[in-house]
């Protein structure tokens, strides 16, 4: 019984340390500094109990950050899944060079994210405005990363670019667990393609499609890296996430333990709507 | 199942012995027998001089050797380091916000009566006790920059324009430019941190530097003192090119390097990048004429770096030998001409004729500090001058300053 059982501590045992050392203890670090009014450096601080989670409700930047955060996660999960989707189904029908496509679409899911970031900022600043100008169109002429009101599309833009990759491959493993046989009984019953996707492809791949919810949204929940490579937050606070809030504040303003409580609500935030997400579209799911 | 447990538990004990040897081992000192100095600086841009300063200074100085660190984004590096109590034995930074926290948190050792300040000029040493509020010296100021305008000479010529004394002036020559159909200034507003220059510059001149002192007694509002300061920042704004907010600090260095516009409010630290852009541009460089009376109006002129050594480093004697031979005339001269930058020490002069034109102004005391070296960093001045200059709205940007202000000051 013993021998048998050992195997299994030798795999789980390290892993649960390292998740403690690195995750669990930090971020018990992290709600314990959140009661002070540590600054990050220095040598003493004080306790100062719900002091800096009253005053998070009464900042109105952590408010703006939300509220960016929330419209940008939003528009972001809907416009990858549809895209993605619609990749994924094209990628999967019988198509002429189908490897190849597949790997063009996945490539900008390899490159670094912040790589990306600062290509499409010289892009908005340097190239897109130019042709804007060229068409005459004044809404393009100047870089929208620039603008407080348009600001937030050019990060969804990049945004979306990236991460439809991982999820049309995560679709198109789904669309290849659907038997054929299927396919081949509603054509036989006479379905057109519409009534094939509604009624066979999308209530099969159902549980790909909670977790690319899923994914998308927490990914999109802590935008972090594209808002430090195209605008910085910028302009004023316009594009300011929570994730890039809590940073820039913890640690170049030197409000660590004020920035530590807002990453503690911040933390409940993202856990209550992941849960919430997988137990409504979990409902829907359905099994062969 | 007894045993089992014994030793899943011996395991996680292991686990913790070797991590924390592996973390008490990395303090390594002298392993040639030397003493092993470290020095952190936070300027990517004096990276090469430094590394040829301390080539010299370790070849004098057998018995010591110091090596430079340079990390991208170096303040945030500092902060993180002193967190887990790895103060380097020397730093170098801006006298700015974060000196300013960081002395007043014990980590620097004082200096007030170091034979170091001795050929420091005392105006620059009284600025830091003004950054840190504290009557303790713990920095030795070193290179200063300086605020202003930048024109191009040649296309200067070219108009036959005069260099404007007066803010009047400034505004009738930009609008000149502007009715030849040039641009009169490359507005580099996509960085946040560029649209606090004019601040900087409006704010200690029009409004003085004592205005932070009260606003930290709560004696005075943004509200009552800085209307004019945003009315002339905004009325600056009818002088940029067609996309203000869509051009960051690079594109404007490369922009004016190859004469696109005529004037370019920025700092003296930008002059070497745009020779890097383009070597044969001919620059000059004015103090920004906040007002109408020429003889009033002050350099905007800042510590860009200062020294301060660890309080509790071993080697203390050794970074002082270090620091005093950094500002031997010689060395200091050679940092300055390299970085384009103005010396803290006494009877050092920098000759370089982009700056010729600011000259007078230092070497006669006619400066005044940037007035963001006294924001705190948490009110993201930055940010919120950059939201201002797109909406306009004066009344609420300086309800924004104040709020933020008080909003901060209640959280330390």
Redesign the interface.
């Known amino acids: ?2 021998k048998r ?2 195997p299994y ?2 795999m789980t ?2 892993a649960v ?2 998740f403690f ?1 690195f995750m669990t203890l930090p971020a018990l670090q992290g709600i314990y500094y959140s009661f002070t ?1 540590y ?5 003493g601080y004080d306790f100062v109990g719900f002091k ?1 989670y009253f ?1 998070l409700f ?2 109105d930047n952590v408010g703006n950050a939300y509220w960016f955060t929330f419209k940008f996660a939003i528009v972001v999960t809907i416009l990858t899944n549809i895209l993605s989707l619609l990749i994924a189904l094209g990628l999967n029908a019988k198509i002429k060079f189908r490897n190849f496509f597949r790997g063009i679409y996945f490539l900008p899911n390899i490159l670094s994210v912040l790589i990306v970031g600062y290509i499409f900022n010289y892009l ?3 190239v897109f ?1 130019i042709w804007g100008q060229n068409l005459g169109i004044s809404a393009l ?3 929208i ?4 009101s348009l600001a937030w599309i050019g990060i969804v833009i990049v945004a979306v670019w990236q991460s439809v990759a991982l999820n049309t491959i995560l679709y198109l493993a789904g669309l290849q667990t659907i038997p054929t046989t299927l396919y081949e009984a509603s054509n036989l019953d006479g379905a057109g393609k519409w009534r094939e996707f509604w009624s066979i492809t999308f209530p099969l791949i159902a549980p790909f499609f909670t977790i690319n919810m899923v994914l998308a949204m927490k990914n999109s929940l802590m935008v972090f890296d594209q808002i430090v490579a195209l ?8 594009t ?1 996430s929570i994730s890039h809030l809590i940073y ?2 913890g ?5 660590y333990a ?1 920035q530590s409580a807002n990453s503690v609500i911040y933390f409940i935030v993202i856990a209550v709507i992941s849960i919430l997400q997988i137990r409504f579209l979990q409902r829907r799911e359905m099994d062969l | 199942m007894r045993t089992s447990l014994t030793k899943a538990l011996g395991i996680m004990l292991l686990c913790g012995i070797t991590a924390v040897l592996l973390s008490s081992c990395t303090s390594g000192k002298s392993a040639n027998g030397k003493v092993q100095i470290e020095f952190f600086q936070n300027k990517p841009e004096a990276k090469g001089t430094f590394d040829e300063l301390i080539k010299t200074f370790n070849a004098e100085h057998a018995d010591i050797q110091v090596t430079q660190v340079n990390p991208p984004d170096a303040e945030t590096v500092l902060k993180t380091r002193v967190v887990k109590n790895d103060v380097p034995d020397i730093m170098a930074m801006g006298a700015t916000d974060t000196y300013s926290i960081l002395a007043q948190s014990d980590i620097f050792a004082d200096l007030t009566d170091s034979p170091l300040l001795k050929t420091i000029d005392p105006n620059y040493i009284q600025m830091l006790k003004d950054v840190t509020g504290m009557d303790k010296v713990t920095g030795v100021p070193y290179a200063t920059n300086a605020n202003g305008i930048m024109y191009n000479k040649t296309l200067f010529k070219e108009m036959g324009l005069d260099v404007p004394k007066t803010w009047d002036e400034l505004i009738a020559t930009a609008q000149k430019i502007k009715d030849a159909g040039k641009i009169p200034f490359y507005f580099t507003y996509k960085d946040d941190w560029q649209t606090n220059l004019p601040f900087n510059a409006l704010g200690p001149n029009l409004v003085g530097i004592d205005f932070y002192l009260e606003r930290r007694e709560n004696k005075v509002t943004f509200k009552e003192k800085y209307r004019e300061v945003a009315e002339k920042q905004l009325e600056l704004m009818n002088y940029g090119h067609g996309d203000n907010f869509g051009k960051a600090y690079s594109d404007g260095n490369r922009a004016f390097a190859n004469g696109e516009a005529f004037m370019y409010i920025q700092g003296t630290w930008a002059i070497s990048e745009i020779r890097k852009a383009n070597p044969n541009v001919d620059i000059g460089f004015f103090p920004f004429p906040t007002g109408n009376d020429p003889s009033q109006i002050k350099l905007v002129n800042g510590i860009d770096s200062l020294f301060t050594i660890a309080a509790d480093t071993p080697h203390k004697e050794q970074a002082e030998q270090f620091l005093a031979f950094l500002v031997e005339p010689e060395h200091i001269g050679k940092y300055i001409k390299e970085q384009t930058l103005f010396s803290a020490v006494e009877g050092v002069k920098q000759d370089d004729p982009a700056v010729q034109e600011l000259t007078p102004y230092i070497e006669q005391g006619k400066v005044i500090d940037f007035a963001d070296h006294y924001i705190p960093a948490a009110v993201q001045l930055n940010s919120i001058v950059q939201s201002f200059l797109q909406n306009k709205n004066i009344d609420n940007y300086l309800n924004t300053l104040d709020k933020e202000w008080d909003k901060v000051a209640n959280r330390r």
Do not use: H
Not at chain 1, 231 to 238: I, L, Q, Y
């Open positions: 019984m013993n059982i050992a501590y030798w045992v390290p340390v390292l050392i009014n600054n990050g450096f220095g040598k800096n005053n009464q900042d908005f600043s340097n405005p002429s100047t870089n990363l620039g603008s407080e605008t910085n937050g910028g302009p004023g606070r316009a300011q820039t504040g640690f170049e303003g030197g409000e004020y």
